[in-house]
C-alpha cells in the first residue's frame, strides 16, 4: 500500500512537472516561417496567417501577403511525433497527445497546454499508449499493434511487455472533478482475477474493438507542435479560434492564442491533386548487387515500418531498398507528376542513395526528367514536380551509391498527379 501510495505522489510529480515544462515550450515563439510545398513540387517559404474552411490558406511571404487557392497548395510545415507524454489513438488514425486523467465508459479525458481539458467520445478511441518506447523501431511496431490489429477483448500492455486479455472494469461517467494525474485502471483478466494496475505499470491500454484506420491516409491533416495529429475532413484556423472535424465525425472547437503559434503541420484533402494509386505501380522490382530480393512496398518502408524522413512522418509512398524500379502508367488527364523522395529514418545515419525520374514519351524514347543528389539517412527529402504531358509512362528508378546496398531504405513519398491539359 505505501509502495502504492509512494508510486501514485511521484506520478504526480511528474505529471505536474510535465506541464510546467510544457508551459515552457509554448510560452516561447516558435518558428513561424515554414516550407510551403505547391501541388506541382514548387514551394516557397510562408508564415500562416488564417486557413479558411474549403483549404484556402491566408499567409505573408518575403514578398509579403499572399493568398493560395486550395488547388495551388499541397502542405506546409512537417509533422514530427511526440516522443513522451500519453497517446489518445483514435479509431479514425488520428493521435491527441496530453496528460490523460480519467478514463469511463464514455469519456476519455485529457489535458494539456495547449488544448486545456479534452473529453474526448470513448467510442472514438482506440488505445491509449502510456508510455512510448523510445526507440523508433519498438514505437513503430506498438502503434501496428495498437491500431491495425482487431481485438476481440480489452488489452492491457505492461511496461516489461508482459500482456493481458480481459476485461477493463469502467466507471461509467467522468468524476465531478478531473483528479490531478490518473491513478490507474481496474481490470478483470480472463480467467477471474480483477487487479488494479497503476498508470506508471502500464504501456498501452488497448480498448476491445475492430482495426482503426489504414495507415495510409490521403485526406486533410493538421498537426501541432506537441505532437497532436488530427484526420480531417474540414478544418479552420482563424487567429486564436480553431475548428477541426476529423475523419470519424467528431468535431473539437478551441480557442487560444497559442493555436497559430502550435501549428506544425497542414496537408490539403485531395483538390487540386490526386493520389498516385498504388495499382498504376504496374511493374515493382528490386534489381539485388547479390542475390537476396526485397520488394518494395505501399505505404510502408522495406522493412514494414512507417515511411519517415528526417524525423518527419508520411502519410504514403513507397519503400524500396536500394537499386529498385517503379514503372507507372500515366493518366490521360495528368499534367505534373509531383512527390519527394529519401532515406528512411530506420537507417539511421547511414544509406547512400539516389533517386531519378525518368518520362517515356509517344515515340517510346525514355527521358531523364529530374534526378536527386546523394541522399543520406538524416538528409531532408528530395523533392520534384515532372511535366508528363505527352507522356505514356514514369519510371522511379532507385540507385545505391557507397557500401552496396548497405542500409539503403529508400522511401518514394506523396507521390501525387496533378491534372491539367495535356
Known amino acids: 500500500m505505501v509502495r502504492g501510495l509512494l508510486a501514485s505522489v511521484l506520478l504526480g510529480l511528474i505529471g505536474f512537472f510535465s506541464l510546467g515544462a510544457c508551459n515552457v515550450l509554448w510560452s516561447a515563439e516558435p518558428p513561424g516561417v515554414q516550407a510551403c510545398h505547391f501541388v506541382d513540387g514548387r514551394e516557397e517559404s510562408l508564415r500562416i496567417v488564417r486557413l479558411e474552411s474549403d483549404w484556402t490558406l491566408h499567409g505573408e511571404s518575403p514578398s509579403g501577403k499572399v493568398t493560395r487557392k486550395p488547388s ?10 511526440a516522443m513522451a507524454r500519453h497517446h489518445v489513438l483514435l479509431t479514425d488514425g488520428s493521435q491527441w497527445v496530453g496528460e490523460v486523467l480519467a478514463v469511463s465508459e464514455s469519456w476519455v479525458a485529457v489535458s494539456s497546454e495547449l488544448w486545456g481539458t479534452l473529453r474526448i467520445p470513448r467510442r472514438n478511441v482506440c488505445a491509449i499508449v502510456v508510455s512510448p518506447p523510445l526507440p523508433w523501431a519498438a514505437r513503430d511496431a506498438l502503434w501496428r499493434e495498437l491500431l491495425e490489429q482487431a481485438a476481440e477483448r480489452d488489452r492491457i500492455i505492461l511496461r516489461d511487455d508482459d500482456a493481458w486479455d480481459g476485461e477493463l472494469r469502467l466507471e461509467a461517467s467522468l468524476p465531478a472533478r478531473l483528479p490531478l494525474y490518473w491513478p490507474g485502471v481496474s481490470f478483470a483478466i480472463d480467467g477471474g482475477q480483477v487487479v488494479q494496475l497503476e498508470a506508471g505499470r502500464i504501456r498501452a491500454i488497448r480498448f476491445a474493438g475492430p482495426a482503426a484506420s489504414e495507415a495510409t491516409w490521403t485526406g486533410g491533416v493538421v498537426a501541432f507542435r506537441d505532437g497532436t495529429r ?3 475532413r474540414k478544418a479552420e484556423l482563424d487567429g486564436g479560434r480553431v475548428r477541426l472535424e476529423l475523419a ?5 472547437s478551441r480557442e487560444s492564442e497559442r493555436f497559430l503559434r502550435g501549428i506544425a503541420y497542414l496537408r490539403t484533402p485531395p483538390i487540386g491533386w490526386r493520389v498516385l494509386e ?3 505501380i504496374r511493374d515493382r522490382r528490386h534489381v539485388p548487387m547479390l542475390t537476396r530480393k ?10 514494414g515500418s512507417r515511411l519517415k524522413v528526417a524525423d518527419s512522418e508520411y502519410g504514403w509512398g513507397v519503400g524500396v531498398l536500394g537499386r529498385s524500379r517503379l514503372v507507372v502508367d500515366v493518366p490521360s488527364e495528368a499534367r505534373v507528376l509531383a ?21 517515356m514519351e509517344r515515340e517510346g524514347a525514355w527521358r531523364l526528367a529530374a534526378e536527386s543528389p546523394r541522399l543520406r539517412g538524416g538528409d531532408q527529402p528530395w523533392r520534384f514536380g515532372v511535366d ?17 546496398e548497405t542500409a539503403d531504405f529508400g522511401d518514394w513519398l506523396h507521390l501525387r498527379w496533378v491534372p491539367g491539359e495535356r
Open 72 to 81: 495551388e497548395w499541397f502542405a506546409w510545415g512537417a509533422y514530427r511525433p
Open 230 to 232: 488530427c484526420r480531417v
Open 248 to 252: 470519424s465525425g467528431w468535431q473539437v
Open 278 to 280: 498504388e495499382e498504376r
Open 294 to 303: 526485397v520488394e518494395p512496398r505501399w505505404g510502408r518502408s522495406v522493412l
Open 339 to 359: 512527390g519527394g523522395a529519401g532515406v528512411d529514418d530506420r537507417a539511421s545515419d547511414a544509406g547512400s542513395v539516389i533517386f531519378r525520374v525518368y518520362v
Open 388 to 404: 508528363v504531358r505527352g507522356a505514356t509512362t514514369v519510371a522511379l528508378i532507385t540507385d545505391a551509391v557507397d557500401r552496396g
